[in-house]
């Protein structure tokens, strides 16, 4: 009985010591931006205007464009539960997300009226989803007028990266096929949207330390569109546009 108490607490010890606070660093430049104008809102916004744009002053009258940099930082922790999907390929780690900020175009998230959301912080593994992985890092802002989200897709088209549902302490970026990040503005009052697509130049995945982490030059990925946003219909609008880049970064 002393053996097996022993022994039990021995691994449960390791598996603490196993986790992880990981820094992933990232940078990059938008690719295009996509303004959603709500035609028929009551409670909810049930119809949308749809129109890409190279410029937007959607978000409290500030200029975002295409080929504006981003820059940014997540932190997250390996340790946890997480809950499977119903069809058995993702496992999502609710609040995995311990803090995040990003900097576009001379925009700092969180802010003194967007601050960072108690839902949405968490991280996603895809593994072998019809040949494919994904890890996903998401964050929610959220403030009286806009509500706003961040989602950081790392792409591995051939399934080869996850061989289990572990978030990873160490990534090699030369197995993914894409790098994207995905940013949208929700105003409240209106039920308006901007969704911008961004293409990841730089990023780096190391565990946390008090010493700054410089992030990693990656090969320019292909824009691979993914909104994770309470089921829009953005994202049967940019289906196409999905399966042709994918296509590319196959090829």
Known sequence: MKKTILFTALYLISLHTTAAIINVNFEGTIDRLLEAECTEYTSSCNDWDFEYVSSSNFYNNNLISTND??????????????????????????????????????????????????????????????????????????????????????HDTDGSV?????????????????????????HRPTGDQLHIDADITNISY???????????????PPLIIHILFFGLIVFALKEKSILSNRRKAIT
């Not at 970026?173 to 503005?185: D, P, Q, V």
């Not at 190391?206 to 320019?220: A, D, I, L, M, R």
């Open 69 to 154: 940099i981003f820059s940014g930082l997540a932190v997250i922790d390996t340790s946890g539960d997480y809950s499977l999907s119903s069809d058995g390929y993702q496992a999502i780690y609710s609040d995995a997300t311990q803090s995040a900020n990003i900097n576009v175009s001379g925009l700092s998230f969180p802010n003194a009226t967007e601050d960072t959301s108690s839902i949405g912080d968490s991280v996603s593994i895809v593994d072998n989803r019809s040949g494919r992985d994904l890890l996903n890092v998401s964050t929610w802002f959220s403030g009286t007028d806009y509500f706003a989200s961040f989602d950081l897709y790392l």
């Open 162 to 186: 996850f061989s289990d549902f572990s978030i990873p302490t160490a990534l090699d970026f030369s197995m993914f096929e894409a790098l994207n990040l995905s940013l949208n503005f929700v």
């Open 206 to 220: 190391e565990e946390h330390t008090n010493s700054s982490v410089e992030p990693t030059s990656v090969g320019e």
